[in-house]
């Protein structure tokens, strides 16, 4: 199957195919054609399966001239870091479209986007929270909207989002086509889509959570004051590293002392401006930091390839955080592996999330050395694993893709603890994910 199969314009095929994309992911096949025909369209997939194509490459195509301050195609997305990657992504691929679009969101100045909106902005790109202060301001009129995503509902409904999202949804025509994606469609997200999409087709592919059976899990008892030290010598084992902590204030204190250890750690979560979430996502994609200190929150707008470990810093809420942290690694077939550092209370509710989910791994001490040797192991293992051909999206970026990925298993295996000098930095390519998050 090809994009030009799927109805995709001759114009939006070429464009793709300058990028090295000749070939749609499964979501994308499955729903271009559909969204095309301008039916309403529900899918799920897990992040990563490419769902920006599958609706980018629709909005594109049927995007019309819009007047100002009415745009005439709308995205909701549920953080800052995803409104951009969404954006950018579209505008790699709309030169021939001349498609106007615009991004809208917390945490920077209003003036950009206000010159954008009197100009006119085809198609907008929008976290809920600006949205609604753009439409009070009278920046914005929803009216002439024709095409909507819901980009992530899930999320967005995990953030306290979908009250606002029935708002906008409300200032907009009933005749609209409405596309949502979400990795799982329950709660929330079905009882929007009961109430906003008109005999949606459905399409599902992938799992309906993160796979995180391909990722190593380690459960560590570490005393309260032993856990700087603890996360610092896991994360100089293997790394690029995200490393969780329960609040803001904890994620900037860590960062700090893992600085002070002389391992470079950027912090990132709501109370950080959007130039510094963007630095510090930038700094972490070009490897000059090993680790991301990160709130939940704040860590459902990172897509980032390549993450080497995962460190439960402070344990998760439940088990869906647990599922959700851990799936930043181990991502499309690759390992990974996953810390959790657990004092004697938080024991017995590590116990269950792993019962439940069927993770092997017995509580035991600090082994830093233990991750290196993991990471080693995987590097063998695969050396010795016939080489299995997938269908590919990227025919060249697949190739870039995967080097960055062997260097840096080589690079975990033989950076022991402690020794933060001399490492290579390994580059790597990155996926960027308003208020309350932006």
């Not at 914005?140 to 509902?153: C, G, K, P, T």
């Not at 390549?306 to 809420?317: I, M």
Request: charged share 25%; net charge positive.
């Amino acid at each position: 199957m090809t994009f030009a199969q799927l109805g995709v314009p001759e114009s939006i095929v070429a464009a793709l195919a300058e990028r090295g994309i000749t070939e749609p992911f499964e979501i994308q096949a499955a729903t271009i054609a559909d969204a095309l025909a301008g039916r309403d369209v529900c899918g799920r997939a897990p992040t990563g399966s490419g769902k920006t194509l599958a609706f980018g490459i629709p909005l594109l195509a049927r995007a019309h001239a819009a007047d100002p301050h009415r745009p005439r195609a709308l995205v909701l997305a549920p953080t800052r870091e995803l409104a951009e990657q969404i954006s950018k992504e579209l505008k790699s691929f709309a030169g021939s479209a001349r498609a106007q679009i615009a991004t809208v969101y917390g945490g920077v100045g209003y003036g950009p986007q206000l010159k954008a909106l009197r100009r006119g902005v085809d198609i907008l790109v929008a976290c809920p929270g600006r949205l609604e202060d753009l439409i009070e301001r009278g920046a914005v009129d929803l009216s002439n909207v024709d095409q909507i995503v819901l980009d992530e509902a899930d999320r967005m409904a995990d953030m306290g989002f979908m009250p606002a999202v029935r708002r906008l949804l409300n200032q907009t025509p009933d005749d609209r086509q409405t596309m949502l994606f979400s990795a799982t469609l329950d709660g929330d997200v079905a009882k929007l889509t009961k109430q906003y999409q008109r005999n949606p087709v459905h399409h599902s592919v992938g799992q309906e959570t993160p796979d995180i059976a391909h990722a190593e899990h380690l459960f560590w008892n570490v005393a309260k004051d032993e856990r700087m030290q603890t996360a610092a010598d896991a994360v100089n084992a293997v790394w690029p590293a995200i490393v969780f902590c329960r609040t803001r204030r904890g994620s900037d204190r860590l960062a700090k002392q893992l600085g002070r250890a002389g391992i470079a750690a950027a912090p990132i979560h709501g109370g950080r401006s959007q130039g510094q979430r963007t630095r510090a996502l930038a700094s972490f994609s070009k490897g000059k930091v090993k680790a991301l200190v990160a709130t939940d929150v704040a860590a459902r707008g990172i897509h980032v390839d390549g993450v080497a470990s995962v460190v439960h810093y402070d344990p998760p809420e439940d088990l869906k955080a647990y599922v959700h942290r851990s799936g930043r690694t181990a991502r499309a077939g690759s390992g990974g592996v996953v810390v959790s550092l657990l004092q004697p209370d938080q024991v017995r509710d590590a116990k269950r999330i792993k019962n439940k989910l069927g993770i092997d791994g017995a509580l035991t001490g600090p082994d830093p050395a233990l991750l290196a040797g993991l990471s080693e192991s995987e590097r063998t293992a695969r050396a010795r694993e016939p080489v299995a051909v997938a269908p590919k999206q990227r025919t060249t970026a697949a190739k870039r893709d995967a080097a960055p990925q062997q260097r840096a298993r080589r690079r975990h295996a033989s950076n022991q603890p402690g020794g933060t000098r001399g490492s290579k930095r390994v580059p790597r390519g990155s996926r960027s994910a308003n208020r309350r998050a932006g």
